[in-house]
């Protein structure tokens, strides 16, 4: 037989059987559209799933994450914390920021500005760089003459960020009524979310300097006479967040060893974590279950394809067509299978991921959702379920990799 071609042809080869297997698949279009559809109402429900899983769980695994008071550890009662036992703690690779905190009768002091015309008591917070509660890349008191207020009180002094105000202390020392008076420089608001009641964030110097005026020490930084203040100072509780959730539970344990009473969110981050665990291996089962038998299902009709046009695959090897170049015609239908499953599934996971989240708004908070999968999910569910094409093609091209030349001269 010539094997001199028309100029007009394809090549012998890969792609010739590229064009003979899109040929033959266009041409058993209801067959072709079966495996479409087969392969679509198997993927379109397992991405549906996830993207519940992900906008659901990942919803509230984001919230744990991104509300820094979930990883805090609340000191109860009160306790004796030296020096020491804040550097021992600080060293810990599941701490993410400790701090100090003097008594909470102590950490109060009177604001006044020119353009309110109260004067508010407002509660005070030691705080330092990597302070949790305060957004990153603000400013952070560094030292005694700046303070970050919360919303609250910034409203009803009716201030702005660099104005002045007046802090002021009341002690009886000695038989004696004292008032003193300090500048301080507004550097920032804290949000609600961040303090709710009227307070402010204030260095560990100051903090520590308003105890020692109420307690009657002198403070010769400020000026304030009183009685020596003692030289090993002793902290009665802390404010403690962990590194991340994950680390809240292990914390905890290793306080409550040392015979710390201490109060986290521990049990909410574990049942969202159980949650999130549970649907993930609810997930991967379903999805394992439908990546085999849509494997199987897909290899099987392929295999009896192949069987069916034994004698057209026969003929093509006796035209000069090699046994790799045959092996390529049932994968090549089995790729064009899987390319169109996908785009089916995910239109279909679309239309139902925009009626759910339309239904189920109204009960969301804002930039919520509840069904969401990201431009990353669909990209590994196509190689997914390309793979999984690839798979079932084997039994295929397996097949057509035994058939002889000489089956289709027994038809002729």
């Not at 785009?343 to 925009?354: C, N």
Request: with cysteine; glycine share 8%; aromatic share 8%.
């Amino acid at each position: 037989m010539s094997t001199q071609r028309s100029s007009g042809q394809p090549p012998t080869g890969l792609v010739h059987i590229f064009w003979l297997a899109s040929r033959d698949y266009a041409h058993e279009w209801v067959m072709s559209g079966c495996f479409v559809l087969a392969l679509a109402a198997v993927l379109a429900p397992m991405m549906v799933l996830f993207g519940l899983k992900f906008g659901i769980v990942g919803s509230m695994i984001g919230q744990l994450v991104e509300e820094p008071r979930n990883r805090e550890i609340r000191s109860i009662g009160s306790g004796h914390y030296d020096a020491a036992w804040f550097e021992s703690v600080a060293k810990r690779p599941s701490v993410g920021f400790i701090i100090p905190r003097t008594r909470n009768i102590a950490a109060t002091i009177q604001l006044r500005s020119e353009s309110a015309p109260r004067i508010i008591s407002v509660e005070l917070i030691p705080t330092a760089k990597g302070e949790p509660l305060l957004p990153a890349g603000k400013a952070v008191p560094t030292n005694a003459g700046q303070i970050v207020l919360s919303e609250s009180a910034t409203r009803k002094l009716n201030i702005k960020v660099g104005d002045v105000i007046d802090g002021s202390l009341v002690r009886r020392f000695q038989g004696k009524h004292e008032r003193v008076h300090m500048d301080l420089t507004l550097i920032g608001t804290a949000s609600h979310a961040a303090f709710s009641r009227d307070g402010g964030f204030v260095s560990l110097g100051l903090i520590t300097a308003i105890e020692d005026f109420h307690d009657g020490h002198a403070v010769p930084a400020f000026g304030w006479s009183g009685d020596t203040a003692p030289t090993a100072r002793i902290f009665p509780s802390f404010r403690l967040f962990a590194r991340s959730i994950d680390d809240v539970a292990t914390l905890r344990d290793d306080l409550i060893t040392q015979g710390l009473d201490v109060r986290t969110r521990a049990v909410d981050i574990e049942t969202v974590q159980a949650i999130d665990r549970n649907f993930t291996a609810v997930f991967w089962i379903i999805a394992i279950i439908g990546f085999i038998g849509f494997s199987f299902s897909l290899g099987a009709s392929l295999w009896a394809n192949v069987e069916r046009k034994r004698r057209e695959l026969s003929v093509l090897r006796l035209v000069g067509f090699r046994t790799g170049d045959i092996v390529w015609f049932p994968v090549l239908q089995a790729l064009f299978t899987a390319s169109l499953g996908w785009i089916l599934a995910s239109a279909i996971y679309i239309g139902v991921e925009q009626t759910i989240n339309h239904m189920l708004m109204p009960q969301l908070q804002a930039g919520q959702v509840v069904c969401r999968l990201l431009a990353e999910h669909f990209l590994i569910t196509a190689g997914l379920t390309l793979f999984a094409a690839i798979s079932a093609a084997a039994l295929g091209g397996y097949r057509s990799a035994r058939i002889e030349p000489s089956e289709g001269l027994r038809d002729l």
